[in-house]
């Protein structure tokens, strides 16, 4: 595999991501993972990993660079992230601040640089791309695939928050613009995801130009998704692993 960080010239400012690919037999399809509230860390490095050994040019941007460098990790006894539930107030206010001045449409700003900057010389293939996202990335992955519905034809959106929301700007308002396949999956009990929202979003997206598939996990909590976090659920995780990338194979190949 061939990894480095890249830097990307966006309208404000110069945007770092790591890049994962295989080393033989490119140019391959690209899928743009979004982050979670948590910033980037090692844990999204590994899950770029393994979406290049399957050959894709995965890259995992860092979001928050108009606030500098942002990490956040705090980890139990056992080496596992603690959730955000599970942090004191002031804690919790030191993770979410970031994420709440990262807007919508300031991430569609970013993902249109990083579509102009795969077009010049990385081994990416044109056409059908994919996206994943975690928590706050499972709205933005909604966001791109209405924003960019001739590119992003392959989205997943994991744990995903505000997907139904007031703001003018809310995801759900573009469901008429998706193309392709979009694979949401939720945990059962997701103060963030309710299941009514769930129903919500199933109903607006019937009959929309797009193939719509969901996965609601028994026993699974906001964050399951996520390998080093102290809920992790891996059966939960597996059954959306083999979704996505059953889905990626019938679009971006």
């Known amino acids: ?32 993972l979004y982050m979670d509230i948590w910033g980037l860390r090692e844990e999204l490095f590994e ?14 941007p860092d979001f928050y660079y108009r606030e500098g460098r942002v990490r956040h990790e705090f980890r139990d006894a056992q080496n596992r992230m603690i959730s955000l539930h599970a942090l004191d107030e002031a804690r919790q206010r030191q993770v979410t601040a ?7 449409q300031m991430v569609v700003d970013d993902t249109g640089a990083i579509l102009d900057f795969v077009g010049r010389g990385e081994p990416v293939r044109p056409g059908g791309a994919g996206a994943i996202g975690y928590c706050m990335g499972g709205r933005h992955v909604l966001c791109v695939a209405g924003h960019f519905p001739e590119r992003i034809t ?3 959106s994991l744990h995903g928050t505000r997907l139904i929301s007031d703001a003018p700007d809310s995801p759900h308002l573009l469901v008429k613009r998706f ?6 999956g939720f945990a059962e009990t997701d103060r963030s ?10 109903e607006l997206l019937r009959g929309c130009p797009v193939t719509y598939r969901r996965a609601i996990h028994a026993g699974a909590l906001h964050g399951y998704a996520l390998p080093n976090r102290d809920i992790f659920h891996p059966t939960a995780a597996a059954r959306d692993w083999e979704m996505i990338f059953a889905m990626f194979h019938r679009l971006t190949n």
């Open 47 to 60: 899950i770029a990993r393994r979406v290049g050994t399957v050959g894709y040019y995965c890259m995992v």
């Open 1 to 32: 595999m061939n990894e480095r960080f890249v830097e990307i010239t966006t309208p404000s400012g110069g945007m770092q991501a790591f890049v994962t690919h295989p080393e033989q037999d490119g140019p391959f399809p690209l899928v743009i």
């Open 154 to 156: 392959a989205s997943a």
């Open 98 to 104: 970031p994420g709440r001045r990262l807007t919508n």
């Open 179 to 184: 193309r392709g396949e979009l694979y949401c």
């Open 193 to 202: 995801a309710p299941l009514s929202m769930v129903a919500e979003l199933g």
